[in-house]
């Protein structure tokens, strides 16, 4: 059965800093794998998805996640972090349905 | 309207109380999913209907009662909930190329409605 790791709880990043979050997963095939990010009272909103081709997959708000096959990862990643970056991020893989990790909640502090 | 609406936005209720949770996607598409999301668990699929016909019902409850009476709108009728229900229900729509076999699209997100089961 499929299933997906966000080994992080939480994190705080400085603003302007550097952000990852991790993803793991457990599948038999080659996934179609989501980040998606969700903001205090919000649904949740993709940021990018891997389907196949290029590992390294660009998204928007500045995002970008990178497939790695031999890791069974999907690491999501951004230079310079914004104020505006704190909330919920899930990772999620999608096989006939889609499958959540539990989340990452990333606190940015001035 | 765009996107994914939901209503209401906020939902208290008795266990008694017979309530339903109203969707609906602007956007054309022809599956539409019912989510729970709690505090510290991964979220839940519910239930999927896709080309308005369901296809998975992930061993929910029967006091949670699914319909679908066009691929625009989706409701959750709710009745004799227990306080262990109380959270976030999401609903999303996403594009699906086939009435069968595996769902592929992206799914697209409207803002929940957060319940709360006193």
């Known amino acids: 059965a499929q299933s997906v790791t966000q080994p992080d709880i939480h994190i705080t990043v400085s603003e302007g800093a550097s952000l990852e979050l991790r993803c793991n997963y457990s599948y038999g095939a080659t996934p179609y794998l989501f980040w998606y990010v969700q903001s205090p009272g919000q649904g949740l909103q993709l940021l990018l998805k891997y389907f196949s081709g290029d590992t390294l997959v660009q998204g928007i708000k500045g995002f970008e996640a990178e497939f790695k096959r031999s890791q069974s990862s999907f690491n999501l990643r951004k230079p310079s972090v914004h104020w505006s970056d704190a909330a919920e991020y899930f990772c999620?893989?999608?096989?006939?349905?889609?499958?959540f990790g539990a989340g990452t909640t990333v606190t940015v502090r001035a | 309207e765009t996107g994914v609406t939901q209503t209401p936005r906020h939902l208290v209720m008795g266990m008694t109380n017979k309530k339903s949770l109203k969707c609906e996607q602007h956007?054309?598409?022809?599956?539409m999913y019912w989510y729970k999301q709690s505090a510290k668990k991964p979220l839940e699929l519910m239930f999927v209907?896709?080309?308005?016909?369901?296809?998975e019902n992930n061993s929910v409850p029967s006091r949670f009662s699914p319909e679908c009476p066009n691929s625009s709108h989706l409701f959750l009728h709710l009745h004799t909930l227990q306080p262990e229900d109380s959270a976030l229900y999401l609903c999303?729509?996403?594009?699906?190329?086939?009435?069968?076999?595996?769902?592929?699209?992206?799914?697209?997100f409207g803002p929940g409605t957060r319940l709360t089961v006193l």
């Open positions: 209907y896709n080309f308005k016909e369901q296809t």
């Open positions: 956007l054309g598409h022809n599956a």
């Open positions: 999303a729509s996403s594009q699906e190329t086939s009435a069968i076999g595996p769902a592929s699209g992206e799914q697209f």
């Open positions: 999620a893989l999608n096989d006939y349905k889609l499958s």
